[in-house]
């Protein structure tokens, strides 16, 4: 254990030491791969274009085939786009949703048929940006906070501090209610639910600017920064240090932001420190592209009731 990063005795130091049990930081501790800080800018810039999957499934196929352009299933690659998977070609295994896992194939590994069809823009120019404008991504993320107990205020605030989160003592606030579902009757599903964190944001904020605020602080909670009411909701890491956690939050931050077209300062930290460090912190990886994940699921859907909701 290195004191440079992690206080002893520590939730951080506990979860370093049973990186053995997460694939991703497994990967990150027993190789060189991605702790140089270039090589890890250069890892973020092929996940954040990679937005036709989730950000861990992204990482999974940069590790298997760091120059893949889109990959797709042969089902998919056949029936959508008119083309055929080549004889021989080498999977890539990624993870299946509500399944273990899948096998894709780069577009390299296919040809073309007689009925083939262009491939979306996002593969044609993976970097272009997609308008810079949040659409009902905020909401839905905000809405959603409500499930982990998250209460979000506007307040007045200077330019140098855009948001923040902190855990709180919710045993004399007024419960939350977040709605989900409909019972037999048709009517709508209401879960009470304590308030365990304090979000605060700038009042002063542009649309896009305040997602972006959102996500980096939902991102030191995701990452375990503040704990966790429950393990198996996402990890407690306390104690990591603060170059660490900053790094974390932005690194989040920047892949969710960009993956949606949104330009957010995030960018301009990442590439800052790789022009000053020649290492990156001692971070997770593993970390990193599930708390992205789940803040990405945020701003798309409705999300189910944690399970000891009332």
Same mark, same amino acid.
């Given at each position: 254990?290195?004191? &440079?990063?992690?206080?002893?005795?520590?939730?951080?130091?506990?979860?370093?030491?049973?990186?053995?049990?997460?694939?991703? !930081?497994?990967?990150?501790?027993?190789?060189?791969?991605?702790?140089?800080? &270039?090589?890890?800018?250069?890892?973020?810039?092929?996940?954040? +274009?990679?937005? *036709?999957?989730?950000?861990?499934?992204?990482?999974?196929?940069?590790?298997?085939?760091?120059?893949?352009? *889109?990959?797709?299933?042969?089902?998919?690659?056949?029936?959508?786009? =008119?083309?055929?998977?080549?004889?021989?070609?080498?999977?890539?295994?990624?993870?299946?949703?509500?399944?273990?896992?899948?096998?894709?194939?780069?577009?390299? !590994?296919?040809?073309?048929?007689?009925?083939?069809?262009?491939?979306?823009?996002?593969?044609?120019?993976?970097?272009?940006?997609?308008? =810079?404008? /949040?659409?009902?991504?905020?909401?839905?993320?905000?809405?959603?906070?409500?499930?982990?107990?998250?209460?979000?205020?506007?307040?007045?605030?200077?330019?140098?501090? %855009?948001?923040? /989160?902190?855990?709180?003592?919710?045993?004399?606030?007024?419960?939350?209610?977040?709605?989900?579902?409909?019972?037999?009757?048709?009517?709508?599903?209401?879960?009470?639910?304590?308030?365990?964190?304090?979000?605060?944001?700038?009042?002063? $904020?542009?649309?896009?600017?305040?997602?972006?605020?959102?996500?980096?602080?939902?991102?030191?909670?995701? $990452?375990?920064?503040? =704990? @966790?009411?429950?393990?198996?909701?996402?990890?407690?890491?306390?104690?990591? +240090?603060? +170059?660490?956690?900053?790094?974390?939050?932005? @690194?989040? +931050?920047? $892949?969710?932001?960009?993956?949606?077209?949104?330009?957010?300062?995030?960018?301009?930290?990442?590439?800052?420190?790789?022009?000053?460090?020649?290492?990156?912190?001692?971070?997770?990886?593993?970390?990193?592209?599930? %708390?992205? =994940?789940? /803040?990405?699921?945020?701003?798309?859907?409705? $999300?189910?009731?944690? &399970?000891?909701? !009332?």
């Amino acid at each position: 254990m290195n004191d &440079k990063y992690y206080e002893h005795d520590t939730p951080a130091a506990e979860w370093a030491e049973q990186s053995t049990k997460h694939a991703l !930081d497994e990967l990150f501790n027993a190789t060189y791969a991605y702790r140089s800080s &270039k090589e890890f800018y250069n890892l973020i810039q092929f996940v954040r +274009s990679f937005h *036709f999957y989730s950000p861990y499934n992204a990482f999974l196929i940069h590790i298997q085939r760091p120059g893949a352009r *889109f990959v797709a299933p042969p089902m998919r690659w056949k029936w959508k786009y =008119g083309r055929t998977v080549k004889p021989n070609a080498n999977p890539i295994v990624i993870l299946q949703p509500m399944g273990p896992v899948m096998f894709v194939f780069d577009i390299s !590994d296919t040809e073309e048929g007689s009925n083939a069809r262009p491939l979306p823009d996002g593969v044609v120019k993976p970097f272009a940006v997609q308008g =810079g404008k /949040i659409g009902d991504e905020l909401w839905r993320t905000e809405d959603n906070a409500i499930r982990d107990g998250i209460r979000i205020h506007g307040h007045k605030t200077g330019s140098q501090r %855009a948001g923040s /989160i902190q855990c709180v003592d919710g045993r004399h606030l007024p419960l939350l209610v977040y709605e989900y579902g409909k019972d037999n009757k048709g009517n709508i599903r209401r879960y009470r639910v304590p308030v365990r964190y304090e979000l605060l944001m700038s009042q002063e $904020l542009s649309p896009e600017s305040r997602y972006a605020t959102l996500v980096h602080e939902l991102a030191h909670l995701y $990452l375990g920064h503040l =704990g @966790t009411p429950n393990k198996k909701w996402w990890p407690d890491r306390q104690g990591l +240090s603060r +170059s660490a956690v900053e790094f974390e939050a932005e @690194t989040v +931050s920047y $892949l969710v932001c960009k993956r949606l077209g949104i330009e957010t300062t995030s960018e301009a930290y990442l590439s800052g420190y790789v022009k000053n460090h020649e290492k990156v912190p001692q971070i997770s990886l593993e970390c990193l592209m599930k %708390a992205a =994940g789940i /803040i990405e699921s945020m701003g798309k859907k409705r $999300l189910k009731p944690r &399970k000891d909701a !009332d």
